[in-house]
């Protein structure tokens, strides 16, 4: 009879872990020069994206080199997350669930898509443009130097909507996933090895046109269900889903990534504004296509209303996740 409780007890201690890193990462978050498995990938991409480039390659080689940095990146962080932990659970259990948590909260980037806000609102609160611009270039890829105190405010709503995705819901379902194989930290590592890689080469540009392609479709592979599981709540949130999906598939099957216009037309179609448009990379004009119905202005009011809304289906997904393993522990014999 003891050993029915050996399968719901184990359930309870792995997808316990998750409750405790989500509280971690809204907690302490990724305090600036602490160090963080990001910066390992980071350095990785980087010195092997600058041996592939380094040398006059033709397409089909270059993309095989990008299938390579693949493997090795995500592999490798996976692996190297998982050989970790078996290693501190042979000192000691304790050590491995801890660093099982801060794995986990090193992934989820709650807190710091939450500060990176108020970096830019509390300038823009004070009337320092200049400020503004310069802690938003921290954060998007698209060029600030001229961005009036409107277009500030909507590439920070843009960036809130589209990294609540890849950067807070998607790492979470995957730790989830992984826990129900006692594989949380290094399944949500991988993943998020993934989506460093996704925005250090995964670019339609030279010269990471073909480098950076397999590492793109990949992460918009692996993100495409977080995203729509996201995009429903989102929308149930709203209290009028059903205008949030027909707006999002009037508007954000337009958007050349499969995530990202969902994901930031289910936040702007929430909300009563509207994103896309006109932006600046690098010099060079992008129209984006138009997401939402602009009936309300986007003010720092609506951007912390995203981050609460951020924040609520984050809770949900959890909570529905931790439910579903803790189930699946105490139906098994």
């Not at 932006?279 to 060079?284: D, M, S, V, W």
Request: charged share 15%.
């Amino acid at each position: 009879m003891s050993g029915m409780h050996t399968w719901p007890d184990a359930s309870l201690m792995r997808f316990g872990l998750l409750p405790a890193a989500a509280l971690l990462d809204f907690m302490v978050g990724d305090p600036w020069g602490w160090p963080h498995p990001v910066q390992a990938m980071g350095q990785v991409i980087s010195r092997y994206s600058q041996w592939a480039l380094r040398s006059d390659r033709a397409p089909w080689q270059m993309k095989l080199a990008g299938v390579g940095l693949a493997f090795l990146v995500i592999g490798g962080s996976g692996g190297v997350s998982w050989l970790g932990l078996q290693t501190l659970g042979v000192l000691s259990p304790w050590l491995q669930g801890g660093g099982e948590i801060v794995l986990l909260a090193s992934c989820l980037a709650g807190r710091s898509l939450r500060q990176a806000a108020e970096d830019v609102l509390t300038p823009l609160a004070a009337g320092d443009l200049s400020k503004a611009r310069q802690q938003l270039a921290l954060y998007v890829g698209r060029d600030t130097q001229q961005l009036s105190e409107e277009d500030i405010r909507r590439a920070l709503l843009e960036t809130v909507s589209e990294n609540a995705t890849d950067g807070v819901f998607a790492p979470l379902c995957f730790a989830i996933l992984g826990a129900f194989f006692n594989l949380a930290a290094p399944i949500a590592v991988a993943y998020k090895a993934a989506s460093t890689l996704d925005s250090m080469v995964g670019y339609r540009r030279e010269p990471y046109t073909h480098l950076g392609w397999f590492s793109a479709r990949l992460e918009d592979g692996l993100t495409w269900v977080p995203c729509r599981l996201s995009v429903a709540l989102v929308a149930l949130y709203s209290a009028k889903p059903g205008h949030v999906l027909r707006l999002c598939w009037r508007d954000a099957r337009a958007d050349p990534s499969p995530n990202a216009g969902w994901s930031e037309c289910a936040y702007a179609a929430s909300l009563g504004i509207q994103l896309g448009g006109e932006n600046t990379y690098k010099g060079q004009r992008t129209v984006k296509p138009l997401l939402g119905e602009a009936t309300r202005p986007i003010t720092a009011e609506r951007i912390r209303a995203a981050l609460a809304l951020t924040r609520r289906v984050f809770l949900t997904l959890l909570f529905l996740g931790c439910l579903g393993g803790l189930a699946s522990g105490l139906a098994s014999p």
